[in-house]
Nanobody
Framework: VQLQASGGGLVQAGGSLRLSCTAS????????MAWFRQAPGKEREFVAA????????YYADSVKGRFTISRDNAKKTAYLRMNSLKSADTAVYYC????????????????????????WGQGTQVTVSS
């Protein structure tokens, strides 16, 4: 499976961007998708995740109320709509997909952990100027 992330760029504080992540190749029948980000000099962190049917979104506290994750399974694409951007949101954003066997995604315990995601995109840079 390959993931292609796009939509990053330079935006002023308070502005908006929408990131896209499209899967190709032999994708699993069902998989959750997520966005992580890595700021300069920091570890990669969880941003948002969404269930296989576009349900049960999870968000990091730092982006709740500003970011919205969604997906279009017909297009094999996940989106991250980012509003009210802050300089602290500057990072490389990575999309990821994971099969999460059974109910492991929905039990709310593992969705933040990178090890549960099986395939990753290459990252797209988001820079927010203040």
């Amino acid at each position: 499976v390959q993931l292609q992330a796009s939509g990053g760029g330079l935006v002023q504080a308070g502005g908006s961007l929408r990131l896209s992540c499209t899967a190709s190749g032999r994708t699993p029948n069902t998989y959750a998708m997520a966005w992580f980000r890595q700021a300069p000099g920091k570890e990669r962190e969880f941003v948002a995740a969404i269930g296989e049917s576009g349900d049960t979104p999870y968000y990091a506290d730092s982006v709740k109320g500003r970011f919205t994750i969604s997906r279009d399974n017909a297009k094999k694409t996940a989106y991250l709509r980012m509003n009210s951007l802050k300089s602290a949101d500057t990072a490389v954003y990575y999309c990821a997909g994971g099969e999460f066997p059974g109910s492991t995604y929905y039990d709310g315990t593992y969705y933040q952990e990178e090890a549960w995601y099986d395939f990753w995109g290459q990252g797209t840079q988001v820079t927010v100027s203040s």
